[in-house]
């Protein structure tokens, strides 16, 4: 089986699959999740069985029986870093956002899903990016004062602080997204962006609107 490696994480081409509802995880960000339905206890099973790795994709409404073309096909691939089994047999779950990555294959349906993916890599610039560091502080200059206005209480000012001390772009993007609060789609659009400035764009346009 074909292999990628990123950050000394070797991931297999071929992975299990665990749909999410009203939620899109993102790279270089760790969330907590509730897994419960057949499918996706199954998916947890074998990751925890093998690489503790599962590809996370959003399911674009919110029925517990998803078919294929109920699923986005782009999506994250996460490492799953603790299991909390519950009385009802369930299980909480926290999981670290890895790295995009587009399906290309769905390889199995039942038990449970597993797809074949290929990483979506960062465009990283060769030099400094003027336009790329303005779209950075603007961004969070508006998270600032979003979180200032409306009181966002969930949102601590470590996390802006730290924010502010990033120096990878990506993960300013994934932070900010998923502390705004916005509908799935824009999640979504903002997952599926492949270039910073782009997705900085969006996220800016989503900030002012």
């Known amino acids: 089986m074909s292999q990628f490696k990123f950050n000394n994480i070797l991931i297999a081409e071929e992975l299990p ?5 009203n939620t899109v995880l993102f790279p270089k960000v760790v969330i907590p999740l509730i897994v419960q339905r057949p499918k996706s206890v199954g998916a947890l099973e074998y990751a925890m069985a093998h690489e503790r790795l599962v590809f996370f994709v959003t399911q674009k ?5 998803v078919q294929i073309q109920d699923l ?30 587009k399906i ?12 074949k993916s290929e990483p979506m890599i960062t465009q990283k610039f060769p030099r400094e990016n003027l336009e790329e560091k303005a779209l950075i502080r603007l961004v969070i200059d508006q998270f600032r004062s979003i979180a200032e206005f409306k009181a966002l209480l969930s949102i601590s000012p470590e996390i802006i602080y730290m924010m502010s001390q990033l120096k990878d ?32 764009k969006k996220l800016n346009y ?4």
């Open 72 to 101: 986005f096909k782009i999506g994250t691939i996460g490492r799953i870093v603790s299991v909390f089994k519950l009385p009802d047999g369930s299980s909480k779950i926290d999981v670290e956002g890895l790295i995009k990555a």
């Open 61 to 65: 409404s919110i029925e517990d029986n």
């Open 206 to 209: 989503f900030l002012t609107r």
């Open 104 to 115: 290309f294959n769905f390889s199995s349906e039942e038990p449970f899903f597993k797809v």
């Open 17 to 21: 699959l665990i749909a999410l509802k």
């Open 169 to 200: 772009v990506e993960q300013i993007i994934s932070l900010i997204t998923v502390n705004l609060n916005l509908e799935l789609q824009d999640q979504q659009s903002i997952l599926e962006t492949e270039e910073p400035v782009a997705a900085l």
